[in-house]
């Protein structure tokens, strides 16, 4: 019998079709679904993966089976689904393996107005349902709904006009200056969204894979692995432009190049959105607001949100721990290192498409270089996330925790993986929760020490 904890993650659901998973298990995903959160209507929405219609589909009408009526938006990017989910007040599903290869897809859920379904709230009790409906043979059967459930009605609705709309009234980008944008898509969502967000502002956008095409061909849709942003900074070096931006597959990640052809830190990003939130915030009677920041975020994010007079926040990496943090603190934005970006005006969700926008609007609003304005926001020398497959994730990370753990003057934290900091440096290690890897981040006021605990640590990782 397949074992479903390969499948469900620890906040979303993610495996290769139709190997791991295909339309018969989708299904039951839509009835368990419905069971284990009650919902007498949903919102589902998919990506541009060749097997997404159908699983999308397929999850539809196990809703509906169960008694839910369900919405359809159809192709939509992530963050567009969390913006239907929080203005019909629905629970929603997104059909999306993010920024994984062509084979893959997945499921991220969540609550009506976008709250998170994750290990500890309903996604474990989701797939603990599924599970028992898999027989010895594999094959999967939904118990028929209980007596009297009416069948749910599918309807389809184009939210993508609201989602501009929705987007455009936070951040007033109408008027900046001209600036020439060179965005990716990557042949993700990014070419559905941003010809409808951007259109009508001063941007003269350069399009660069906006076709919609789930099998990737021109590069990965993961601005995270330095190689797929290669074109992109040619492009802007080509064109002269004042700003990159590159989008991963369901788009709700942005990450940013500078007119210089180089990537600027999402630290660095997040705490230019920080002290724009922050000053938007003290405008209207608020001092003092909480930001969150994941822990391997730049240490320079917790020191500019305290310079600029806010309460920063550390937590652990992961959409669904970001999104619970920021509702027990009443946080006003989150950020995380893998440039996930998450608003309280957003129904706390997180959107690429929002921080791309304040960015611009940041840009836009003087005179000066990209470069010059970020500047200020990268103090310290980093790593960036380094991947290695290993097969004994716990015991390297204990091997490394042996070795450096005992130091003196070093503190160690196990908030996620394992965090050793000493007075000018820290490194994180953790087990990716969707692929069999250990990530690596480091950092260090000197460029050299980020080296020197980069190349040691990796060693031991690597032995």
């Known amino acids: 019998m397949r074992d479903l904890k390969q499948l469900v993650k620890a906040y979303d659901v993610r495996g ?3 190997d791991q998973w295909d339309e018969n298990l ?11 959160t009650g919902a007498t209507a949903i919102v589902v929405g998919h990506d541009m993966r060749p097997s997404s219609p159908s699983l999308s589909r397929a999850f539809a009408e196990g809703a509906a089976g169960y008694g839910a009526d369900v919405t359809e938006i159809g192709l939509c990017s992530t963050d567009q689904l969390y913006y239907a989910s929080g203005k019909l007040d629905l629970p929603g599903a997104m059909f999306t393996a993010s920024h994984n290869p062509a084979q893959y897809n997945g499921i991220k859920m969540c609550r009506k107005g976008a709250a998170p379904v994750g290990e500890d709230t309903g996604l474990a009790e989701i797939r603990e349902l599924v599970q028992s ?17 009416k069948q749910g009605v599918l309807t389809e609705q184009d939210t993508l006009r609201g989602y501009a709309d929705h987007l455009l009234g936070l951040v007033d980008l109408t008027s900046i200056r001209p600036l020439k944008v060179v965005v990716d898509a990557g042949n993700g969502m990014g070419g559905h969204t941003v010809p409808t967000v951007l259109a009508g502002l001063p941007l003269d956008v350069v399009p660069m894979y906006f076709e919609l095409d789930g099998t990737f061909p021109n590069h990965e849709a993961n601005p995270l692995d330095p190689k797929n942003l290669v074109d992109l900074q040619a492009k802007v070096r080509e064109v002269g432009a004042d700003i990159g931006l590159a989008f991963d597959g369901d788009a709700d990640r942005c990450f ?6 180089e990537p600027v830190s999402p630290s660095a990003i997040t705490a230019l959105v920080a002290v724009r939130e922050l000053a938007r915030a003290r405008a209207n009677g608020e001092p003092n607001a909480t930001i969150i920041h994941n822990l391997i975020t730049s240490w320079t994010v917790a020191e500019v949100v305290a310079e600029h007079g806010g309460k920063a926040v550390r937590t652990r990496v992961g959409h669904s721990f970001i999104k619970q943090r920021m ?4 946080a006003i934005f989150g950020g995380e290192h893998s440039a996930h970006y998450y608003f309280r005006d957003f129904w706390r969700a997180d959107t690429g498409m929002l921080a791309a926008l304040h960015v611009l609007a940041a840009l836009g609003g003087q005179d000066g270089t990209l470069s010059a304005l970020t500047a200020e926001y990268d103090r310290y020398a980093a790593s960036g996330e ?5 097969a004994d994730q716990a015991g390297k990370t ?19 993986g394992l965090t050793v900091a000493g007075p000018d440096w820290w490194f994180n290690l953790r087990a990716s929760n969707t692929e069999p890897l250990l990530r690596l981040n480091v950092e260090a006021k000197d460029p050299a020490k980020m080296a020197e605990l980069r190349d040691g640590v990796l060693a031991i990782v690597l032995a």
């Open 398 to 416: 204990a091997e490394v925790r042996a070795a450096y753990g005992s130091l003196a003057g070093v503190s160690v934290d196990e908030l996620d």
């Open 16 to 18: 290769v079709v139709p």
């Open 256 to 261: 940013v190049i500078d007119e210089r052809g």
């Open 386 to 390: 380094i991947n290695s497959e290993v």
């Open 133 to 149: 409906w898999i027989g010895a043979d594999n094959s999967v059967t939904v118990p028929a709904a209980p007596e009297g459930t």
């Open 327 to 330: 509702a027990e603190t009443d």
């Open 26 to 36: 989708s299904r039951a995903f839509g009835a368990a679904f419905v069971q284990v």
